[in-house]
């Protein structure tokens, strides 16, 4: 009999400014404005998972957009947006278009999701939460869960 070696994903711990970090980066936090992650650091991981929870009162939407960097030094929102390839054209003249890409879900009530940064291109990745029509009371968990390769 043949033995195959099995492989699985599992998580691994990320880092925050530089210091060894795998879970919470956004705790309880109005989105009355907008909020950011930090960088995180992503260099061993092939994915990064951000588990998102929302206390909602006024809000009617949360999305997100990210940043990826070679280091943690500049602010939130800056570095390479993390842009997503859309397919335009025809297939006999097909055209890819990039722009940067926007995590969004309508909510309702309170709920809680997740979202997935895929091939991530860069050793860090700063993310900004907002919340279409929040108020005070509209409150946002994040944690993030690195997926090794």
């Known amino acids: 009999m043949l033995a195959v070696p099995i492989t699985t994903r599992h998580d691994t711990s990320l880092q925050l400014s530089g ?10 936090q109005s989105l009355l404005a907008a909020k950011y992650t930090g960088w995180i650091y992503v260099d061993e991981v092939s994915d990064l998972v951000l588990q998102v929870a929302l206390t909602q009162d006024t809000a009617s939407a949360v999305t997100m ?5 070679n ?10 947006q993390v842009h997503q390839l859309t ?4 297939s006999t003249a097909p055209v890819s278009t990039s722009a940067q890409h926007t995590w969004s879900n309508p909510v309702s009530a309170a709920e809680e999701w997740s979202w997935t940064v895929f091939n991530l ?29």
């Not at 210091?19 to 309880?28: C, E, K, L, M």
Request: proline letters at 5%; glycine letters at 18%.
């Open 65 to 69: 957009v990210c940043w990826s960097a």
């Open 71 to 80: 280091d943690n030094s500049g602010a939130n929102g800056t570095g390479y």
């Open 121 to 149: 291109p860069a050793a860090w990745i700063n993310c900004l939460f907002t919340g279409t029509g929040a108020g005070a009371d509209d409150t946002v968990t994040v944690k993030a869960v690195g997926v090794a390769p």
């Open 19 to 28: 210091v060894a970090y795998g879970g919470t980066v956004i705790s309880a």
């Open 87 to 90: 397919p335009t054209g025809t």
